[in-house]
Each structure stands twice: as C-alpha cells, then as structure tokens.
C-alpha cells in the first residue's frame, strides 16, 4: 500500500493517474482486494472519460477468475434501462466482466452480448466487444463471431479496433480462412488507422500455433503496402511459432528489423522475438544485444521489451546487463520500455536470488518521484511498480503451464499489452499472463490440513522482498549557533577590561585639606584687601580734583 501511497503522491497529472490505476489491479489482480480503490474514492474520482473507463475495468482485473459473484459486483457500474450513467463507466464495467470470465465465461457470454446488441454508445459498445471477446476467447463460436463482424462494420473507429482485437480472441488459433478474408478485405477498405491495428492484433491471433500452414498468410500480409498490415506479419510469425526458436522465423524477423522503411514494423518484429524464445530465454540476449544498440529508437525499444517477454521472471543477468544501460537512454520511450521489460525480468525475485533487484526498484521509486522526467518515461516506471508486485507478490509472468505446455492467455495477453504503447485500457490485458507461485495443500474434502515442511535452504532464499517501510520522523535537535572569530576577541576584550580596575585619584589627607582650606581662605583676604586699596585710590583722586578746582 506504501507503494501505491508513493505513486499516488507522484502522479500529478492524467497519465500518471491513470498509470497507478492500472498499477494497483496489478499489484492486487486475482486477489480481491480493492481497498485503495475505497481509501480513496476522491482521488479516484478525478478520473474523467477514457480513464474512468480504465479505472472501472481495473475492478476486472482484480477479481480475475472470482466469477461467482461477478454480476453483483459490477452492479453499480453495468448499464441499467434508463440510461443513467456515464458510458466510460458502463462500458469499462463490460469490459470487466469479461476480464473475470476470460477464457471461461459460457456462463456471461448471453449477458454480454445481449448489452452488446442493444447497446447505442459507442464507448459502451467498445467495452461490450472487448468484454464479449474475453469471455469467448478460443471458442471459435460463429454467432459471436459474426455479432463481432457486424460492430466492425459500422466503421467506427474506437468500436471497430475492440471489434477486430475480439474477433481474433474468438478465433484464435483456428486460421480460419473466411475470418482471414473477411478481416484482411475490410483492413483494406476502412480508413481508420485504429481499426487497422486492431485487425492486426485480430489476424495475429488466428495465426497462432499454426507453423507453416500461416505461412502463404504471413507472405502475403509481408508483402503489402499497407505499414500497418506488414506490422500485422511480423506479430503473425512470433504467434504461429510462439515458443518453437524456428530459425527460419527468427531470421526473416531480423531481415525485417533492419530493412523495413517503418519504424512501427521493425519495433513489431523485434518484439515477436520474444514471442519465439520463450522456451528458451537463455538464446534471446544474444539474439537483441547488437539491435539493443541500434541508431533506431523504435528497434531499442523492441529489443528491451522481447527481453522482457522472453525472459519474463527469470532473473538472468544478461538480460539486465542490456537492460540497465537502456534505462539511462535518450528517448524518453525507449527508457519506459526498459523499464517495463526490467520489471518483467525482476517480477517474483528477491535480493537472494538476484542481488540487482533493490538498485531496480529503487530506480523505479526515483523515476516516478522525479519532477522533472518525462511523463512517458514516469508512466513506465509507475507500471513497473505494478508488474513487479504481480498479484501480491504471489504471482511470475509465464507463458508457459506447469506441465510445460504454452499458455495460451498468457501468449494474448502479452501479445495485446505490447500495444498498451497505442491504447492505454489494453495494459489490463497482461493480467493474463500471470501465474500464481504459491502451493495450497487440500485433502480429500477440499480442506487444507496443517503441514510441516522441512526445508535445507535458507529463509532467505525464498524469503518475500522486505515490505517498503515509511520515513521515520528524525527529532529535530537543537543546533548549537555559530560563534564568530569577532564575538570572540570581543569577549575576551571586555573579560580583560573587567579584570583591570579603573584608575582613581588617591583620596586626600586630613592635613593636606585643611591646608588647601588656608589657601582658599587666604585668597579671600587678599582679594579683600585689593577690593580696599582700590576703593582709597579712588576717594584721594577724588579729593585732589576737588581742591585743584
């Protein structure tokens, strides 16, 4: 919760809003748990429009596979008779009821497509496509499939690419050639660039696990002028040979990356490399460490995320190696695919098994708090707190079964989070690829018994990340205040000055007084007799004139 209290506290705008939404059903997909959502209702009620839309079917992802009470759950936020709501709101909640039933939602599927049918938004309509795609994911169901075609058709833009993602959901894996006609004819025809891209990630997907048979497909689609559509090969080849390290596959994917004159087709083919060495992740740093260098940004970014795809949970220091220089990249996108992929690596490690992870995630941490880097490159950090705290620290990214068998959600929903780079509320999907670690002992009455386990490892080796703890408060102490080298010598002055006594006349003697006293008294008379003398000069001068008149 710290963490998200962090990334909350760092996003001051709408895209790192909407990144800690996604980052929180991330850190809490699968586990039921929404009490940020409901510790803070008024920060998340500054979502308006499209993220609202993302934060309603962030709910989805974190009751993924919670199907019982799904319906009531959603109640609130599912569109009701008079329409009342917001449309991102109703159509973010479709989404997410069919991102808890995805890949096993018979029991939904009448419920969404009947809000599909008689939905007028647009908005909730793509929501419902979405949703409805999930739920029937590898069903191959015609009905649903021509419900899907019927949305593609009415050319609109935002519900034409969640039409064309569902209908390859629906489809997948079948290289069904009327599905193929159909969606590669109108790719030809529309005009809007973003259904196009959800074609392509459509015709992907009916390619899947098909080997050669896709081949006249991937040639054709190779082939074509279309940028978008040659884009469309390239995921094509890394979904029919997803896992198989075909050489011939991971060649014409390296021709592609250095040859192709649109940055978006050469990012596409570097990514279906990972598609294709995930079974064996060891190969893939050597077969990206020379395009992880390229003077093309889009290649680096390709380059960091097939890392992340095929080296997903393992920890392995070569693919870290290429990943932390990329990290320091010019490119504010190239530095938040590093990001990601770096997560990807690092999810489910601790500091016994990968002693790099603490100087990642306190990357992660200064990145997002920084205020002055970029916000594409905040958004993948801010996601990369989310991925690395999979599913409460209890879940790996894997693309693979316990038995050793390809995953095929977790293929999807790689396929489709690589496109979170166009459209934001498709970041959802890489809940997909999560697999829980953790082992729950039952008995015959499904109740779990109490176990002791012996264990020779040591605690730490299987020991959880030390949870992030909050900055202590330091007790302000009082700071001594600077004494200057002037105060001192002052100080010093007055210390002396006050040592010394002030210089006084000695007090006078008894007899030397009384002499002084003569003195003045003796004066007196002098100045009496004077004052006489004076007066009689003046009488005889008087007298004389007298007598000589």
Not at 10 to 22: D, E, G, L, Q, Y
Not at 250 to 261: C, E, N, P, W
């Amino acid at each position: 919760m710290l963490v998200l209290k962090n990334c909350k506290d760092a996003s001051r705008n709408a895209v790192c809003h909407t990144a800690t939404v996604i980052a929180n059903s991330l850190m809490h997909a699968g586990t039921t748990c929404d009490a940020f959502l409901r510790d803070n209702l008024d920060w998340l009620a500054k979502a308006t429009n499209w993220a609202k839309f993302t934060a309603t079917a962030s709910i989805g992802v974190i009751h993924h596979g919670h199907e019982t009470n799904a319906l009531k759950l959603m109640s609130s936020y599912l569109p009701k008779e008079p329409a009342s709501g917001s449309p991102y709101q109703e159509g973010g909640a479709l989404y997410a009821l069919g991102m808890i039933h995805a890949n096993h939602g018979a029991a939904i599927i009448p419920y969404l497509s009947e809000q599909l049918q008689t939905a007028t938004n647009e908005t909730v309509k793509h929501g419902g496509c979405l949703g409805l795609g999930l739920a029937a994911m590898t069903s191959k169901s015609s009905d649903i499939y021509e419900q899907l075609k019927n949305n593609l058709y009415q050319d609109d833009a935002i519900i034409g690419e969640a039409a064309g993602i569902s209908m390859g959901l629906v489809m997948m894996g079948s290289l069904d050639e009327d599905a193929l006609s159909d969606m590669v004819q109108y790719a030809h025809e529309t005009q809007h660039e973003k259904i196009l891209r959800g074609l392509s990630l459509g015709i992907a997907m009916i390619c899947y696990g098909q080997l050669e048979a896709a081949d006249p497909t991937i040639q054709s689609l190779t082939d074509d002028k279309d940028p978008v559509l040659r884009m469309c090969g390239m995921y094509s080849v890394g979904m029919a040979y997803a896992g198989t390290g075909n050489n011939k596959a991971i060649r014409r994917l390296l021709h592609v990356a250095v040859s192709d004159v649109n940055d978006d087709v050469r990012r596409a083919a570097v990514i279906s490399i990972g598609f294709l060495l995930f079974n064996a992740p060891e190969q893939c740093p050597n077969v990206v460490s020379l395009l992880s260098e390229s003077y093309n940004s889009h290649v680096r970014y390709g380059a960091a995320l097939a890392l992340g795809i095929s080296c997903a949970g393992s920890g392995m220091k070569e693919a870290l190696s290429i990943l932390e220089p990329m990290i320091n990249d010019p490119v504010n996108y190239v530095r938040q695919g590093a990001l990601l992929a770096s997560a990807m690596v690092l999810v489910q490690q601790n500091d016994h098994m990968c002693p790099k992870l603490k100087t990642f995630k306190d990357l992660f941490t200064k990145t997002m708090s920084d205020k002055h880097e970029d916000v594409m490159v905040k958004f993948g950090a801010i996601l990369a707190q989310g991925i690395i705290n999979a599913g409460g620290r209890n879940c790996t990214i894997s693309m693979r079964t316990q038995y050793g068998h390809t995953n095929v959600p977790s293929v999807v929903g790689l396929l489709v989070f690589t496109h979170t780079w166009f459209w934001f509320p498709l970041a959802h999907f890489l809940c997909l690829a999560f697999q829980p670690t953790y082992l729950i002992g039952l008995n015959k009455d499904l109740k779990m018994p109490v176990m002791k386990f012996k264990s020779c490892a040591k605690p730490s080796a299987y020991a959880y990340p030390p949870l992030l703890e909050p900055p202590k408060e330091k007790e302000k102490e009082k700071v001594s205040t600077a004494i200057l080298s002037t105060t001192a010598k002052k100080a010093a002055k007055s210390k002396t000055a006050a040592a010394t006594p002030m210089e006084v006349d000695p007090p006078a003697t008894a007899a030397a007084e009384k002499k002084e006293e003569k003195k003045v008294e003796e004066k007196k008379d002098e100045k009496k007799e004077e004052k006489k003398e004076k007066g009689d000069d003046e009488k005889k001068e008087k007298k004389e004139k007298v007598s000589t008149a």
